[in-house]
């Protein structure tokens, strides 16, 4: 008789810890020694050299951020987890293990505004060039991939852009020209999305978001399919004679992430772990909530313009469907008259809270052209294309009711 499939929470409660609790704790203890103690030189010499998998010392790994990470493999279905100290931390990590001077990553300029900076400045000092197209063409992103591409690279659902790509068919292109596709999938966890069932090679998350349960903690992770053939990167290509498809993880843990030294602390691996129990409840409240409230907004005369992907009308709803199903996520942006009249809504507001972050159990307002975008300059705003009047609003857990009731009379003034 075929064994069936466990319900993701239940999968991730039942996670066993790596080592049996000498007291019978069945919630995770937080170790919170910065090193541990061996009983011979020997010992030590194994651990240090990876032979034994015992713990040396925090900032390379630690018992309690092991057993988070074991959780999200278990959720994720991936081979390979390391958790580090925030999102972008994730998206650095991954970049610094597979790029090199001369390389170049496809992507869009609808990211993040800390992704766009981050591949237009920071990565551009260390000679890594950045090719922005049109991740929704196919053809156009082809055009841009050469023998120096490290990697395509797209969120799932870009912030605040509300653009969803074909993943399979970035899986596709990246593939023929052996380029791994990595993507940011933080918008839409994993009760809602498989990665690795579309073709995607690293997933980087932003931990903080669904996972930390209430934004009590700021985290991130990376996610190893281990289905990419690394014999072809110019990077790892040497590592992967030996190891095979770990080449990625073996590079990330044993040199990238032990050298800049953004691991995570076992405090924060704690709270996430908590979170992480309740992830797929809270999301099928949030994201629930916020498919009504996207079709409650485009009743209203004052609001020009709703997205939000789960909305029949919407262009990527159909693309968005097969790749997240009725909910993709709790996260939605719409238009009103110009910047001046989102001001005066924003400042009007009493329950939706005046404040940055995704997927808090309260629900969050931010203008995110004049705010994560604030610091560009115009010609990189256009390039960025967040318009003037846009709000961007993540749908926490209150009454959606008390939701609409703010909404309307913060529309009043």
Not at 145 to 154: G, L, P, R
């Amino acid at each position: 008789m075929e064994k069936k499939q466990k319900d993701i929470s239940t999968r991730i409660l039942n996670q066993r810890f790596p080592k049996k609790d000498v007291h019978g704790s069945i919630s995770m203890p937080v170790y919170s020694s910065a090193a541990f103690e061996f009983d011979t030189a020997q010992e030590m010499e194994d651990a240090f050299l990876g032979k034994s998998g015992k713990h040396t010392y925090s900032r390379i790994s630690n018992p309690t951020v092991e057993a988070f990470e074991m959780r999200i493999q278990q959720v994720s279905g991936a081979n390979q987890v390391l958790a580090v100290s925030s999102g972008m931390a994730a998206i650095s990590n991954v970049f610094m293990t597979i790029a090199y001077a001369g390389s170049n990553i496809v992507t869009s300029t609808h990211l993040f505004g800390n992704t766009f900076s981050l591949f237009l400045f920071t990565l551009k000092a260390f000679g890594v060039e950045v090719r922005f197209c049109n991740l929704l063409d196919i053809e156009d992103v082809a055009k841009n991939i050469d023998d120096k591409t490290c990697a395509v690279f797209t969120e799932i659902i870009t912030n605040p852009h509300m653009e969803v790509a074909d993943l399979r068919g970035l899986a596709e292109t990246a593939h023929r020209r052996n380029v791994p596709l990595v993507v940011d999938s933080t918008i839409v966890p994993w009760p809602n999305f498989q990665a690795q069932k579309f073709g995607v090679d690293l997933e980087v998350v932003s931990s903080t978001k669904y996972i930390s349960g209430g934004a009590t903690s700021i985290g991130g992770l990376i996610v190893d399919y281990q289905d990419f053939d690394w014999s072809h990167s110019p990077r790892l290509g040497f590592l992967a004679k030996a190891v095979g498809k770990n080449a990625f993880t073996v590079k990330l843990r044993g040199e990238i992430s032990r050298n800049l030294g953004a691991y995570m602390a076992p405090q924060t691996a704690h709270l996430q772990n908590l979170g992480l129990e309740t992830v797929a409840l809270r999301f099928q409240r949030s994201s629930g909530t916020c498919k009504e409230l996207a079709q409650f907004l485009q009743t209203l005369p004052e609001v020009k313009e709703v997205k939000y992907n789960g909305l029949p009308d919407d262009p990527f709803y159909k693309i968005s469907f097969e790749q997240f199903g009725e909910y993709p996520g709790a996260m939605l942006t719409f238009s009103l008259k110009d910047q001046a009249a989102c001001y005066n809504f924003i400042d009007h507001l009493n329950v939706i809270r005046r404040a940055t972050n995704l997927f808090d159990n309260k629900s969050l307002i931010i203008h995110p052209l004049s705010t994560i975008y604030g610091t560009l300059s115009e010609e990189y705003k256009k390039m960025v294309e967040v318009p003037a009047d846009m709000l961007r609003l993540s749908v926490g857990l209150e009454d959606i009711e008390d939701l609409k009731d703010d909404i309307l009379q913060a529309l009043r003034y």
